[in-house]
């Protein structure tokens, strides 16, 4: 007695996807109808598909959609940062060439809340009252807050000659203060080589960015660079903020 | 009375106007089922986490390569299902194993013997080529039509098609509506 004939399934599976031509569809589906293998065949593939189509979807997890914002400000963040480069060739100088060639390049994105520090901290600049003396070449910062707080300095760019001869002979350089940062931050920014010794240094808002304001030496007596550079500066990439020569 | 809701175009438009908060409303409209897609084609959240948060971020960058050819849901999918094929290649992330040929029969007629033999869907998509798993999450599991699957894998609808029907034999057998037979 010779084997039952079995169902050609691939065949019946092209049919069930809609693979054949209508005439050869037709056919095999006449052939169906008789055929209860063949049937049992494309009932299974249908039962498979039904079973496929009543999976639940599962909703995008509120922690991965947290990661993409996270993300997506990065990238925002990372904009802007190339935009304040771009609107920054006054505040340089124009010997600087190599900073401006690091401004072109793309800059690693560090944490998700790396924008956020970068603006302006209200709460510490409120409470900031600053006492310029730009004729005598001073600029005392006083801090209403607790007594030995850091003071941070609110100035703006064309206040900064002042304030960098004030901070010849200061150590308030915050994130900076480690050397290998620094070192890496200067270098990021295009100063490789010019950094040593700093002469001073401290924490500013300037134009309402957070940042570093750092004196170095240029070699020549009496004649310093003052170079701000943002509080995320560091070996994986920084944004100089400003780079000009005073004479002390 | 509030505003209608923009279309996925207009909110291209506006993204690429400046407006962050449309990108944001496409992920909205759009993160579950691209979410489903990479779970189901990754398999596992870490990397499909990975591959979405990749393709999104590709996405807002690179807006200006959607050209308005497509749906804007066809683009991200698109993009989604890329990050993913690139993540299972360049980390060769639970590769499947090569499916024996094999011949294939009706239901086996005793229930209990197709109750031991079923697997999980999720467990036997695993078990499926990648180019099989996809059409199939795609045009099976999340419904798309098959000419927008053809749009979103770059290949011809035909194509679309054979690997449904390869994935779908395969599947059939996995989930216990077919049985092997051993030649």
């Given at each position: 007695m010779?084997?039952?004939?079995?169902?050609?399934?691939?065949?019946?599976?092209?049919?069930?996807?809609?693979?054949?031509?209508?005439?050869?569809?037709?056919?095999?589906?006449?052939?169906?109808?008789?055929?209860?293998?063949?049937?049992?065949?494309?009932?299974?593939?249908?039962?498979?598909?039904?079973?496929?189509a009543a999976q639940p979807r599962p909703a995008l997890p509120p922690d991965v959609a947290?990661?993409?914002?996270?993300?997506?400000?990065?990238?925002?963040?990372?904009?802007?940062?190339a935009a304040v480069r771009r609107s920054m060739p006054s505040a340089t100088m124009p010997t600087t060439g190599s900073s401006g060639r690091r401004a072109s390049r793309a800059r690693p994105v560090r944490g998700p809340?790396?924008?956020?520090r970068r603006r302006p901290r209200r709460g510490v600049a409120a409470t900031l009252v600053v006492v310029a003396?730009?004729?005598?070449?001073?600029?005392?910062?006083?801090?209403?807050?607790?007594?030995?707080?850091?003071?941070?300095?609110?100035?703006?760019?064309?206040?900064?000659?002042?304030?960098?001869?004030?901070?010849?002979?200061?150590?308030?350089?915050?994130?900076?203060?480690?050397?290998?940062?620094?070192?890496?931050?200067?270098?990021?920014?295009?100063?490789?080589?010019?950094l040593d010794p700093v002469l001073g240094g401290r924490q500013v808002v300037l134009d309402g960015r957070p940042g570093v304001l750092l004196v170095l030496p240029t070699g020549v007596l009496g004649h310093f660079r003052l170079v701000v550079v943002d509080q995320g500066c560091g070996p994986r990439g920084g944004i100089l903020l400003a780079d000009r020569a005073i004479t002390g | 009375m509030s505003a209608p809701a923009r279309s996925d175009v207009e909110l291209v438009a506006a993204h690429r106007g400046g407006d962050r908060r449309a990108f944001d409303e496409l992920v909205r409209r759009h993160g579950d089922r691209l979410w489903a897609v990479a779970l189901?084609?990754?398999?596992?959240?870490?990397?499909?986490?990975?591959?979405?948060?990749?393709a999104l971020v590709a996405a807002y960058r690179q807006v200006d390569g959607y050209r308005g050819e497509a749906a804007v849901s066809t683009w991200l999918h698109r993009i989604v299902v890329n990050a993913c094929i690139d993540?299972?290649?360049?980390?060769?992330?639970?590769?499947?194993?090569?499916?024996?040929?094999?011949?294939?029969?009706a239901p086996d007629p005793d229930p209990m013997v197709e109750l031991t033999t079923r697997m999980a869907v999720d467990d036997a998509l695993a078990l499926l080529p990648v180019d099989q798993r996809l059409a199939i999450v795609l045009v099976d599991v999340e419904g798309y039509p098959v000419a927008d699957v053809a749009a979103i894998l770059c290949i011809p609808p035909g194509t679309?098609?054979?690997?449904?029907?390869?994935?779908?034999?395969?599947?059939?057998?996995?989930?216990?509506?077919?049985?092997?037979?051993d030649q």
């Open positions: 010779s084997e039952p004939r079995r169902p050609d399934v691939l065949r019946l599976a092209a049919l069930d996807a809609g693979l054949l031509d209508p005439y050869a569809a037709a056919a095999l589906r006449a052939e169906a109808a008789v055929d209860a293998p063949t049937r049992a065949v494309l009932d299974a593939l249908a039962t498979t598909r039904a079973e496929l947290a990661r993409i914002t996270t993300a997506l400000d990065r990238v925002d963040g990372a904009k802007r940062d809340d790396r924008w956020r003396v730009v004729g005598a070449g001073t600029l005392v910062a006083h801090l209403s807050g607790p007594a030995g707080a850091s003071p941070v300095l609110e100035l703006r760019a064309d206040e900064l000659a002042a304030a960098g001869a004030a901070t010849v002979g200061t150590s308030d350089l915050g994130p900076l203060d480690d050397p290998v940062r620094r070192s890496g931050c200067l270098r990021e920014v295009g100063l490789a080589g010019r | 189901r084609t990754l398999r596992h959240p870490e990397d499909a986490s990975d591959a979405v948060q990749e993540r299972m290649r360049r980390e060769r992330v639970r590769p499947t194993v090569p499916w024996p040929e094999r011949e294939i029969a679309v098609k054979s690997r449904c029907a390869r994935g779908r034999t395969r599947l059939a057998v996995l989930l216990g509506h077919l049985r092997e037979v």
